[in-house]
């Protein structure tokens, strides 16, 4: 655990993005990952009324993509639901929950930003600078950055980029649905990203890894 990118007692949003610029520039983006044994899928629900939330990590077992670990941990938020700042929110859980397991990933895929983000360091890149493993922003929504359409076909990508430069990628992960947003979190190149989500999508929107760590998150596994 790299604890120079975790925080002690409460933090201003103005502290937030400070650290995170101080974080970006360790982002390493490039990487390939050859093969993977296990992979694990984060995210979390919360509930706005209360501020209550339940973060869920599964690890499944490659390529079978057969559940072989869950691990959950709930909880308050205490930080503000601030765009950009998720992290400062969701990962004191998601810690807590990773702190649990017993078999050790060697991918991750977030539900949540990587690269693609305002200052470069979403909830992806900010929880691989932490464990130090290559992990994978897997995005419903888009932060930042500007893209063309994929083709309707599942597989098919367009680049997005923000001011010239790509931070990531518009991935149809299913025919006729909505791409998903597909960055780079921690060591691990955006093209390797998009061949390993590619790899773990089973007939739905999202890729079986971050599927289940919903469901699991929201009570339904």
């Given amino acids: 655990m790299n604890e120079k990118y ?24 490039y990487g390939e990952v050859a093969s993977a044994g296990y992979i ?19 690890v499944l077992k490659y390529p079978q993509l057969e559940i072989v670990e869950v691990q ?20 004191p859980l998601i810690l807590e929950a990773w702190q649990k397991l017993s078999v050790s990933p060697d991918i991750i895929m977030v539900d949540g930003q ?39 076909e599942a597989g098919g990508y367009c680049n997005l980029t923000d001011d010239g430069e790509i931070i990531g990628a518009a991935l149809r992960s299913k025919t006729g649905v909505r791409p998903l947003f597909i ?13 390993w989500v590619r790899k773990c999508c089973r007939g739905y929107r999202l890729p079986q890894p971050t599927r ?7 009570g339904n596994l």
Avoid at 47 to 55: C, G, T, V
Wanted: aromatic letters at 8%; one cysteine or more.
């Fill in 6 to 29: 975790l925080w002690k007692g409460v933090i201003t949003p103005q502290e937030a993005v400070y650290l995170q610029k101080q974080m970006a520039v360790n982002v390493i983006r």
């Fill in 212 to 218: 289940l760590a919903h469901l699991a998150a929201g």
């Fill in 183 to 195: 960055s780079v979190g921690h060591k691990i190149s955006l093209e390797n990203a998009i061949c």
């Fill in 114 to 152: 990587g690269y693609a983000h305002p200052r470069r360091i979403g909830l992806a890149s900010h929880f691989g600078l932490l464990v130090d493993i290559p992990t994978i922003g897997c995005a419903k929504s888009r932060l930042c950055g500007d893209y063309q359409m994929p083709t309707e």
């Fill in 72 to 91: 959950k941990s709930c909880g308050e938020v205490e930080f503000p639901y601030i765009p950009g700042l998720l992290s400062f929110r969701e990962i």
């Fill in 40 to 58: 694990a899928g984060i995210d979390i629900a919360i509930w706005k009324k209360s501020n209550s939330a339940q973060a869920a990590i599964v």
